[in-house]
């Protein structure tokens, strides 16, 4: 027969469970979460958090604040990444925008379509998709490829016309067309 107190431990995870379930229920919105979560989270609406800077004071202080971005995400409501994929996939909670010139790295590359990041981290995976699509790259063929061969494959990003934008910002000419 159990005694009172070795009821107690049992009662209690009982409780702090059902107070995580009641605070994991409640909606999730991105003004709501602190600097270091922000990123890589999505609120119930569905709609990606984005960390952003502003200004305030005298002094021009800065200050971080999570912000609700108009990019859906259609299948991760209410969900905030992972330490373990934040890790694994290389990716950095105090980024402030997110672009595709990351995939340029052959190392964040590398992590990003490690297994560990691929078949584990969804959100993450799911945003570099975009990105990826959005120059003209299949991001599992770009996973393929680096696996092979990193080097070609930043330079099939390259070739896509990934960098062209970052290049004429910089001010760097292409060459000119060889004669045929």
């Not at 569905?46 to 002094?59: D, S, V």
């Not at 800065?62 to 969900?79: D, N, P």
């Not at 691929?118 to 993450?124: F, K, M, T, V």
């Amino acid at each position: 027969m159990a005694t009172l107190t070795s009821m107690l431990p049992l009662a209690a995870l009982f409780l702090s469970s059902l107070f995580l379930h009641a605070a994991l229920a409640s909606e999730l919105m991105c003004e709501d979460l602190t600097a270091d979560l922000c990123a890589f989270a999505i609120a119930s609406s569905g709609k990606r958090c984005l960390l952003e800077t502003y200004m305030y004071g005298e002094e021009d202080t800065v200050e971080f604040q999570c912000r609700t971005s108009e990019v859906v995400v259609e299948r991760l409501a209410g969900y905030i990444e992972s330490e373990e994929c934040v890790k694994a996939c290389g990716v950095d909670r105090n980024s402030f925008g997110i672009s595709s010139d990351a995939l340029l790295e052959p190392l964040f590359t590398a992590k990003l379509c490690s297994t560990e990041c691929h078949s584990g981290c969804p959100n993450i995976v799911d945003l570099y998709f975009n990105l990826a699509a959005g120059e003209g790259v299949f991001l599992p063929d770009l996973c393929k490829v680096q696996r092979t061969n990193p080097h070609r494959a930043t330079m099939e990003l390259l070739s896509s016309g990934a960098a062209l934008s970052e290049s004429e910002t910089l001010g760097v000419s292409s060459p000119a067309p060889a004669p045929v």
